[in-house]
C-alpha cells in the first residue's frame, strides 16, 4: 500500500489535531453554548426544581451535562465542514479520545461524561429500497446490497433456517411502499391482510421508516435478528430535492469513509467480501514513528487497494460518497450514581444567505 508525503501527513494533522487556536474557539463557543441551553432550560425548570429530591438535583446536573455535550459535538462538526469537503474515520469529530480531552479542558471530569459522534451515511438506508415516494417502485441496486448484506451476516450464524433473506427484502419492500394491498411482492412479501391477523393485530406503515427499530415488526424479522440492523442501517439520508416523479426520495449512497466491514462488504462486486478489510486497514493505517494517518482519502481512493473493471467501478461509484450531513452523537453523564444518555441525530447545514455552517438537531431522545 501508498504511504503518504509530508505534505499529506501535514494535511491530516491540520484535519485531525486539535491546535490551541482551534482549542481556543471550541472552548469559546461551547461555553456560550452551555449557558445558553442551561438558562433556557432552567428557565422552564424552576418552579419545579424547588420540589426535587437529592436525585432529581443530580439527574437534572447529569442531563445539563449530557446536553452541553451535545451542543459541543454539534461546534465540532461545524469547524469540520470549514476546514475540508470530506468526512472520515480519520478526522477529530470520529476520535472518542480527542473528544474526551477536549471535553476535559472545558472543566469536565474525565470519568464524569462521553460523547462519540457517527455518521449515519455510512449506513445502508432502509428507505432507499423504494425508488421514490410516493410510490412502489423497488429499487434493484439497492436490494442488491441488502441481498449480499444479509446473506453476509447469515454465513456468520449456525442456525440460519429461520431466517429468509428474500422474505425480508420483499416484506420490507411491502411495509414501505405506497400501494398497500394492492399485491405482495413476490410469494413472501406482506402486506396489512398479514399484519391484521397477527396478535396482537398492528397496520403496515406503507410509509417511510422514521425509526430503525421499526423494522423489528416487519414479517421474517425476529427481534432476536442477527443482522446488527441498529448499527449498519439507517432512516435518514432523504434527498434535498424533488425526484422525477414530484415525490421525494433517499439516494441511499453510502459512505465509504466511515462504512464499517459489513457495509463494505455488502457495497463491493460478487467475489470481494472479504476484501472489504483492505479497505478498513487503508483508512486506519498510520506511521510507524507517529500517530498521523498516511493515507488520504480522497475521491476514488479505493482504487489504490482494489483492482476493478470499468463497468465495476462504475456500480460502486453510484452506490458510494465520501461527505455526509447527517451524524448520530450520544452523550452520557454521570452524577454520582445517576446516569443520563441522550442521543441526537443533527444535520450539517450551510446557509445559503451567509455561507456560514450550522448543525440542527432534527431528533432527540433518551438512551438506554
Excluded at 45 to 53: Q, W
Aim: aromatic content about 8%.
Amino acid at each position: 500500500m501508498p504511504t503518504g508525503t509530508l505534505g499529506n501527513n501535514m494535511k491530516i494533522l491540520r484535519q485531525t489535531a486539535f491546535n490551541e487556536k482551534g482549542m481556543a474557539l471550541f472552548v469559546t463557543l461551547a461555553v456560550i453554548s452551555v449557558l445558553v441551553a442551561a438558562a433556557i432550560h432552567l428557565g422552564k425548570t424552576t418552579g419545579a426544581s424547588v420540589l426535587l429530591t437529592i436525585k432529581g438535583i443530580e439527574r437534572f446536573e447529569a442531563e445539563q451535562a449530557a446536553l452541553s455535550g451535545i451542543h459541543f459535538a454539534r461546534l465540532v462538526l461545524m469547524q469540520d465542514a470549514a476546514l475540508n469537503e470530506r468526512d472520515s474515520i480519520q478526522e477529530t469529530w470520529s476520535n472518542p479520545e480527542l473528544l474526551s480531552q477536549a471535553l476535559e479542558r472545558l472543566g469536565f471530569e474525565k470519568e464524569s461524561i462521553t460523547l462519540s459522534i457517527n455518521d449515519e451515511l455510512g449506513k445502508i438506508c432502509v428507505n432507499s429500497l423504494i425508488y421514490e415516494f410516493p410510490g412502489s417502485q423497488l429499487n434493484s441496486s439497492q436490494r442488491k446490497v441488502w441481498e449480499k448484506y444479509l446473506n453476509i451476516m447469515l454465513s456468520e450464524e449456525e442456525d440460519t433456517i429461520q431466517y429468509n433473506p428474500e422474505e425480508i427484502i420483499n416484506s420490507v419492500k411491502d411495509w414501505l411502499d405506497t400501494n398497500d394491498d394492492d399485491a405482495i411482492t413476490g410469494l413472501s412479501g406482506a402486506e396489512s391482510e398479514f399484519y391484521k391477523n397477527l396478535d396482537p393485530p398492528y397496520p403496515c406503515a406503507n410509509a417511510p421508516l422514521n425509526i430503525i427499530s421499526e423494522l423489528r415488526l416487519v414479517k421474517g424479522i425476529a427481534p432476536d435478528n442477527p443482522f446488527a440492523f441498529e448499527q449498519n442501517f439507517t432512516v435518514f439520508g432523504m434527498a434535498d430535492n424533488k425526484g422525477e416523479e414530484g415525490g421525494f426520495g433517499f439516494p441511499g449512497r453510502v459512505n465509504i469513509n466511515t462504512a464499517s466491514y459489513e457495509v463494505l462488504a455488502a457495497l463491493l462486486p460478487e467475489g470481494m467480501d472479504e476484501r472489504a478489510q483492505e479497505l478498513v486497514e487503508y483508512r486506519e493505517q498510520k506511521g510507524e514513528e507517529d500517530e498521523l494517518f498516511v493515507n488520504v482519502l480522497d475521491n476514488g481512493w479505493y482504487e489504490q487497494v482494489l483492482a476493478l473493471t470499468d463497468r465495476e467501478k462504475d456500480r460502486l461509484d453510484r452506490l458510494i460518497r465520501y461527505s455526509s450531513d447527517l451524524f448520530k452523537v450520544e452523550c452520557s453523564a454521570w452524577k454520582n450514581d445517576v446516569q443520563v444518555t441522550l442521543v441526537a441525530f443533527v444535520k450539517r447545514e450551510r446557509k445559503k444567505e451567509t455561507g456560514k455552517w450550522t448543525c440542527r438537531i432534527v431528533r432527540m431522545e433518551r438512551g438506554a
